[in-house]
């Protein structure tokens, strides 16, 4: 199955922008579905973007965030060619990680 | 509706059916996930189960923050849909280590924050959902002190709501 996440980074004058969107149902755990049940709550907890095996990124996420969640940050320290790990994991501990070139 | 949900059906089925052969011939080795995935064990449990701004914070980072102007907020101001409303933080603070997002009406306040190294922006974009009209609050360390800036989003459809 194609991968969770989708990347694209794009470095500039040395800063790396990074925007990620992952594909996460982020259920908050107070939402019920059409039968009156209570969705669980279901969200990713940690996201952490590398560079050369060093954190550049690390996301905390609580269920707050929208589902098929967003993220855009930008660092320095990267050049064109070079490539990053994007790994995410959920309160089930289920789990995705990718890789992406910067452009 | 419907199509969408046969859409996602058929995706499910497909991709399990390649995930099935891609196990069953033996290609794919089973721990290069468990190896790769990020380590939750610090995820911070109870401030992300607190409610009220300042609770939370002094709960996460164990001080007060203070107002400061030098944190720029961009987030609608109405958001039509609560679900989703892109909040971008950004600041001329020097040294900062954390930014963290927080809805003020939420059931739990902490909806994200981020650990910045040396070498990244203090920049983050992300799209958090929000029950109803609020105080949205971005939190940043700098130099290992507490700062905030405080935004309002006026809400006309919930996020929460089934």
């Known amino acids: 199955m194609a991968s969770s996440i989708r990347v694209r980074a794009v470095e500039n004058n040395g800063v790396t922008s990074l925007k990620a969107l992952v594909r996460h149902p982020m259920d908050s755990g107070f939402v019920k579905d059409s039968a009156g049940n209570v969705i669980p709550a279901h969200f990713i907890k940690v996201l952490t973007i590398s560079h050369n095996g060093k954190n550049v990124f690390v996301a905390n996420w609580g269920p707050a965030v929208s589902k098929d969640p967003f993220l855009e940050c930008r660092f320095k320290g990267a050049k064109k060619g070079d490539e990053l790990t994007i790994s995410w994991i959920d309160n089930e501990g289920a789990s995705d990680s990718t890789t992406a070139t910067i452009a | ?162």
């Not at chain 2, 099935?20 to 190896?35: D, K, M, N, T, W």
């Not at chain 2, 610090?42 to 009220?52: E, I, L, S, Y």
């Not at chain 2, 709960?59 to 203070?66: D, I, K, P, Q, R």
């Open chain 2, 1 to 162: 509706m419907i199509d969408q949900r046969r859409r996602g059906f058929l995706k499910g089925v497909l991709g399990a059916g390649v995930a099935g052969f891609a196990l069953g011939s033996g290609i794919v080795p089973l721990r290069v996930e468990a190896a790769t995935a990020p380590d939750a064990s610090d995820w911070p449990q109870k401030a992300f189960r607190t409610p009220g701004v300042d609770e939370t914070i002094s709960e996460l980072y164990g001080m007060e923050a203070t107002e400061s102007d030098q944190i720029t907020m961009d987030l609608p101001t109405i958001a039509q849909n609560g679900a989703v409303v892109p909040v971008t933080v950004e600041t001329a603070l020097p040294n900062v280590t954390s930014i963290a997002l927080l809805v003020a009406k939420n059931p739990n306040a902490l909806a994200a924050y981020f650990d910045i190294p040396d070498g990244t922006l203090p920049f983050v974009s992300n799209r958090l959902k929000m029950a109803e009209t609020t105080d949205v609050v971005a939190v940043v360390i700098s130099d290992g002190k507490a700062y905030k800036a405080t935004q309002n989003v006026k809400v006309t459809v919930g996020g929460c709501g089934g």
